[in-house]
Every structure is written in structure tokens, then in C-alpha cells.
């Protein structure tokens, strides 16, 4: 691998590893890290800040995912190249250098990436995660429902291998972090969606 590659990857890492949630949350006057469920990410914001923060938090996440990976392919980076610097922006969504290598779950981060690399595939997903919101108003169940559906998908849609692999590798990342929902899932004690009153009231 080239010094180039390897200096894009570390910056997708330092990239990735922008807590938008932990900035978004100090402008609107909370910590996300202290309030709920602890997670920095958009559901949690919502339930603190309302719809504006959780949006702006969204924004931030998605455009972390979405800019190292469409930098990466338009510098023509080879796509082994390109997914490790996915993988890299992905890693530090969730584990940030800057909040001690502790972060969100990945989601708003892997649909900037998947939104790049393989639109159709993450069409799919997000169905998958449309439809089980819908009738669940479960954030948790919805994002892992998601993360399923993406690796056959990409499979079946996407070309190069390493898109695969990377597909792969979120995914069981994005299970592995969602361990304690799917322990309440199905223990059956999982919260349901609620916005701030303030919003559901606007």
C-alpha cells in the first residue's frame, strides 16, 4: 500500500472520529454522553435536543461517512483503497480518538459511506429500515434490520469484492455495537421512539 493511501486512511479515521452529537449537544447546552441512553448519535440527541439537534447531529455523521470515501474515488484510489478508507471513517465513528476511543453506533456514518459507494444496495437497507420503524418505532431494531439486509445486497449489486468485505465488516460491527438493544429486544424492554415533547407538540 502507498504513503498516499495510508495518509488518506488515517485521515478517514480522524475524519470519522468527529463527534457531531458531542459538538451538537455543547451548542444546545447538554451532553448527549450524560443524558438517556449515553449514545452520542442522532436517536439520543433527538430525545435531549429535539428534531434541530438531532438533524444537525444526522448531517454531521452522514457527511463523515460520505466525504473520505467520495474523496478517496475521485482521487482514483483502487476500490481496496477506497473501502479501507470506509472502513476507517466507519472505525472512528465508533470508536473517535477524540472521546477516548468511545463513539455512536455507526449508522448516520454508514449511510454516508453506502450512500457513495453502492446507492442502490443502501436503497435496500433503508427500506428494510423504513418498513421496521413503522411498525415497530423501534430506532435499535430498525438500524440492525438495516445492517442485515445491506450484505446480501451489496452481494448481489455491488461490484468489486472489497465493497463486500467492507459491507461484511460493518455490519458485524453494527450488530456488535447494538449488543445491549438486542439483549432489551428480546427481553422484550427496548424503548420506542419518543421526540422531545416540545417537538411532538410544534
Sequence with gaps: MTLDALILIAASYLVGS??????????????????????????NVARAGGKGAAAATFIGDLVKGAGPVAFARAMGFAPAVIASAGFAAFL???????????????VSASLGIWAVL??????????AFVVVFAVTRIMSLASISAAIVLVPAVAALAGPRPYLALAIAMSALVLF??????????????PRFQARKGDRAA
Excluded at 442502490?120 to 433503508?126: F, H, N, T, Y
Design 18 to 43: 468527529i463527534p457531531f452529537g458531542v459538538i451538537v449537544g455543547r451548542l444546545k447546552g447538554f451532553d448527549p454522553r450524560a443524558v438517556g441512553s449515553g449514545n452520542i448519535g442522532m436517536t
Design 92 to 106: 472512528g465513528a465508533i470508536c473517535s480518538i477524540f472521546l477516548r476511543f468511545r463513539g455512536g453506533k455507526g
Design 118 to 127: 453502492a446507492p442502490l444496495p443502501l436503497v435496500l437497507a433503508l427500506t
Design 177 to 190: 455495537r447494538h449488543h445491549e438493544n438486542i439483549r432489551r429486544l428480546m427481553a422484550g424492554e427496548e
